[in-house]
């Protein structure tokens, strides 16, 4: 069984943590039944963008990271306090584990942007938020990243990405990477998307 850590900061938005739970979770029941999502956080109890309430299954004080194969992380609004639990040092720590070992870790939109704060994207190809109005692709790049124009970037055993459409996408390219080409395909036509 592969344990993927659905890392939740305050203020992440739930539609981007809910696409690691969905495609993992097709894959527990339909796919190839190797995959298992915890839901981590730094408290017990998160408000996400807009007031909705979750309770994750474990603080980070109450796990091991060493149990873990994958990190998936959901980007948020900064207007929900999202870069208060993303950026601190606590949230980097677990970061910079999956990074050290080389394990995938797979973020969508401006959850990159906390993969660069803890030092990980330096010099490497990533993105982030890139609507025309938006400051957050110059806040990656100040962080030291080559920081590209494409939906989805993938540099090494790491995934970023550009906006919430894209999270779908970056969860199937995270089970591919935990299983095979054949297994994601077959998820994705049960659910749909071949």
Known sequence: MKKI??????????VEASVFTDVLGWNKWEGDGSTEVVTVGLRDKLTCTWNFNVVPEKTILDIQLDEFDALAIPGGF???????????????????????????????????????KSGILTNRKAT?????????????????VNVQNERIVQD???ITSSNPGTAFDVAFLLLEMLTTKENTHHVKDLMGFA
């Open 156 to 158: 090494g055993h790491i």
């Open 5 to 14: 850590l659905l890392l939740l900061a305050d203020g992440f938005e739930a």
């Open 128 to 144: 982030t938020y890139a609507h025309p109005t938006s400051i957050r692709k110059e806040q990656l790049k100040n962080f030291g």
């Open 78 to 116: 900064e207007e929900a306090g999202f870069y208060d639990d993303a950026f601190s040092e606590s949230f980097s720590n677990v970061i910079r584990h999956f990074d050290a070992r080389q394990k995938p870790i797979a973020s969508i939109c401006v959850a990159s942007l906390a993969l660069g």
